[in-house]
């Protein structure tokens, strides 16, 4: 099928953009209305803009009428409180679909390569109009976690670990990537995630705010890597013959709150 795309993207799949003076506003996240919603670890979330404006993440298709992941409907309680997260949501002007600051509780990074998952942000996008990608603005300051981002699931070759200090701001093509965030701690992660459609209006904010894919990994060494994709790969396993004798079939992890 054939979607507007940004050219950004073209390359690498994802544009690290100037970081934020996050220290100079005030923690609006702490005083949002969170849910309890499963992504890629222990985690809550904030709804910012929903479906209908109400108080949930569910996918957009999950509702009636189902629809892509655009035209989000702003969650009024959560919003009052946060007029400023609001405001970075809507710089771009582009299309925003659902829009809400996620709460990560600290992993390792063997739980963070077995929940690396693929969005499906896509989902019912009509054929001509604009892709979905996400923008992920990290709040809260975790300067020894990352964003990993893989092509192949499986090969640690294709690997991407962005550092997330507050104010780093990223935009990610997360239909491309499988991707999760390996949060060091010892606090939880908070992070401000904006579904945007892809056009013109997106292509001149990344440029305003000199988006590159010029990221160099943090150094992690080579045992850690391995050890964790045995552990992966044995724990898949695991779960694949205890779905197998139930009749069950392991499917490839969706974030369910993409």
């Known amino acids: 099928m054939s979607f507007i795309t940004s050219p950004a993207f073209a390359e690498k799949g994802y544009v690290i953009l100037d970081s934020y003076d996050q220290v100079g506003d005030p923690k609006e ?6 849910v309890d919603w499963k992504s890629s670890g222990v985690t809550r979330f904030a709804p910012l803009a929903s479906a209908f404006g109400e108080m949930e993440c569910n996918g957009f298709w999950n509702h009636t009428p189902p629809r892509t992941d655009k035209d989000g409907v702003w969650v009024q309680a959560n919003v009052d409180v946060a007029p400023i997260l609001k405001a970075r949501a809507e710089e771009p002007g582009a299309n925003i679909g659902r829009c809400r600051v996620i709460e990560l509780q600290p992993n390792d990074y063997t739980n963070a390569i077995y929940n690396l998952h693929q969005d499906d942000n896509n989902r019912l996008n009509p054929e001509g109009t604009g892709w979905i990608v996400r923008g992920f603005f990290n709040l809260s300051d975790d300067p020894s976690s990352v964003l990993i981002l893989r092509e192949d699931r499986f090969n640690p070759d294709t690997e991407v ?16 990537f499988w991707h999760a965030v390996w949060q060091v701690g010892p606090e939880p992660r908070y992070c401000l995630i904006t ?8 292509d001149a904010y990344i440029e305003k705010y000199h988006g590159a894919s010029n990221n160099v990994n943090p150094p992690l060494d080579a045992h850690v890597i391995e050890d964790a994709q045995a552990e992966v790969r044995r724990r ?11 009749g069950k079939k ?7 709150e993409a």
């Open 250 to 256: 392991l499917a490839d992890p969706v974030d369910p």
């Open 29 to 34: 996240w702490l005083d949002l209305e969170f």
């Open 195 to 202: 579904s945007w459609e892809s056009g013109p209006e997106l």
């Open 236 to 246: 898949l396993a695991e779960r694949s013959a205890t779905l197998a004798s139930q």
């Open 161 to 176: 670990r962005i550092p997330l200090p507050a104010g780093a701001q990223v935009i990610v093509d997360t239909q491309r």
